[in-house]
């Protein structure tokens, strides 16, 4: 699972998703999906447009946590 962690720089930063939206230039609906985790994608233009302007790497934005695999139980 990809985590996004905008929530969280933005409240280290004490900043707010409309201020973002203002220094970004990107719409409150896509800040606000990524946000509340709520997005399945990004483009690269609105990675480098939030990093830019939060001063992070990509790395700081995201993070990968895997996902714990189920045991399948084979029929015999």
Known sequence: MIKCNLSKI???KRMHILELKRLTGLSYTTLSRLYHEKTTRID????DAICRVLEIQPGDLFEYIPEEKKETKQRR
């Open 10 to 12: 933005l409240g280290e």
């Open 44 to 47: 690269f233009d609105t990675m």
